[in-house]
T-cell receptor, first 109, second 112 residues
Framework: QKEVEQNSGPLSVPEGAIASLNCTYS??????FFWYRQYSGKSPELIMS????GDKEDGRFTAQLNKASQYVSLLIRDSQPSDSATYLC?????????FGQGTILTVHP | SQTIHQWPATLVQPVGSPLSLECTVE??????LYWYRQAAGRGLQLLFY??????ISSEVPQNLSASRPQDRQFILSSKKLLLSDSGFYLC???????????FGDGTRLSIL
């Protein structure tokens, strides 16, 4: 069974700090990796996609992928209270996404 | 870019009643379409996916069914709702290949 595991949290960081979110996956043939942000009561919103080993930066967000270790992470620099949400790691294999349980992030002023 | 429409946003139904949730997609053609359910405080559970008109794959045995009568229309149905069917139902669309899925706004279903 394909599994995606995230650190359960909740994760609380002060405003301006770096938030680090981690995810591991079990299926070695996984091809694509995504991070979604979900505000309370809302649907998930795609914030990052990463397909190859290394880092990918988009504004304050950096996704990191290590396929050998089956590990994906998301760094949020200069965290803002508006970043407070649940972050879902998702792994794509053969057209189907498997989601982690999500990490609740709280950024306090 | 594609837009995914879901309705209604909120629905309250009695146990044993039927259900029909509709999802339509704009701005793309021949997408893969998905139905997910998210129970309160839980992760996303894939219910059904479709790679084309009339093609439905079920991930979880249950009293729900799905249909895709048109390329950009995906319907989730039930003949008799159970209390355990309560949850947040999300429709998603994704292009073929290693592309991400995008979600509609969801339907919050409460069974009484």
């Amino acid at each position: 069974q394909k599994e995606v595991e995230q650190n359960s949290g909740p994760l609380s960081v002060p405003e301006g700090a770096i938030a680090s979110l981690n995810c591991t996956y079990s299926d070695r043939v996984s091809q694509s990796f995504f991070w979604y942000r979900q505000y309370s009561g809302k649907s998930p919103e795609l914030i990052m996609s990463i397909y190859s080993n290394g880092d990918k930066e988009d504004g304050r967000f950096t996704a990191q992928l290590n396929k050998a270790s089956q590990y994906v992470s998301l760094l949020i620099r200069d965290s803002q209270p508006s970043d407070s949400a649940t972050y879902l790691c998702a792994v794509l294999s053969y057209g189907k996404l498997t989601f982690g349980q999500g990490t609740i992030l709280t950024v306090h002023p | 870019s594609q837009t995914i429409h879901q309705w209604p946003a909120t629905l309250v139904q009695p146990v044993g009643s039927p259900l029909s949730l509709e999802c339509t997609v704009e701005g793309t053609s021949n997408p893969n379409l998905y139905w997910y359910r998210q129970a309160a405080g839980r992760g996303l559970q894939l219910l059904f996916y479709s790679v084309g008109i009339g093609q439905i794959s079920s991930e979880v045995p249950q009293n729900l069914s799905a249909s895709r009568p048109q390329d950009r229309q995906f319907i989730l149905s039930s003949k008799k709702l159970l209390l355990s069917d309560s949850g947040f139902y999300l429709c998603a669309s994704g292009q073929k290949g290693n592309q991400p899925q995008h979600f509609g706004d969801g339907t919050r279903l409460s069974i009484l």
